[in-house]
């Protein structure tokens, strides 16, 4: 990420590579959160490999904005370049029916990547840091059972009823988030 974020400031005048706060509760939900959104989930209402590289880039160049500044000199290049190869990984992972393999190894690569850079002194390491780690794990808890009934919905019917609660959660989380960046 750091490669790519050094290139990104010898070709952009003014290039601020972006901090934003992360946690190891951010880092392993964000396997299972983002897995599950733009990959498992469109995976189970599709089947289509097609529609998985297209959620694929949606959610690459969304890596590009996580620093939450829309400005060229300080989107996130360096995540942004980092999840190009992870695209295929996921799409043929996805379809060849091992999705658990995915999101674990998603997980595993944030926390070993964030574990890195704070033992390089690169971030500020921290389990939870705010209200929205807490809101990012209750989301990824509720998209992982979504996609695990979408999963089961695939072998046998399930009562539609039962993507409700979940889906509940998650309009809750976002809420909260929406809520507290106002004040």
Not at 7 to 20: D, K, R
Request: net charge neutral; with cysteine.
């Amino acid at each position: 990420m750091y490669l790519g974020s050094y290139l990104a400031t010898n070709v952009i005048s003014e290039y601020e590579i972006p901090q934003f706060p992360v946690s190891i509760s951010l880092a392993l939900s964000s396997g299972l959160l983002e897995e599950s959104i733009f990959f498992g989930i469109p995976y189970f209402l599709s089947g289509n490999p097609l529609i998985l590289f297209g959620t694929g880039i949606v959610w690459s160049v969304a890596h590009l904005f996580s620093s939450g500044n829309f400005t060229v000199e300080t989107l996130a290049y360096g995540g942004f370049l980092l999840t190009i190869p992870h695209i295929f990984f996921s799409v043929r992972t996805w379809i060849s029916k091992k999705g658990w393999f995915a999101i674990l190894f998603h997980s595993a690569w944030n926390f070993v990547f964030l574990m890195s850079y704070c033992m390089w002194g690169l971030r500020q390491c921290s389990i939870v840091n705010d209200m929205s780690d807490v809101l990012n794990v209750l989301m990824a808890i509720s998209v992982g059972v979504i996609l695990y009934l979408a999963y089961i919905n695939k072998q046998k019917h399930v009562n539609r009823f039962f993507y409700l609660v979940p889906t509940v959660l998650i309009i809750f989380a976002i809420a909260i988030t929406y809520y507290n960046d106002i004040i």
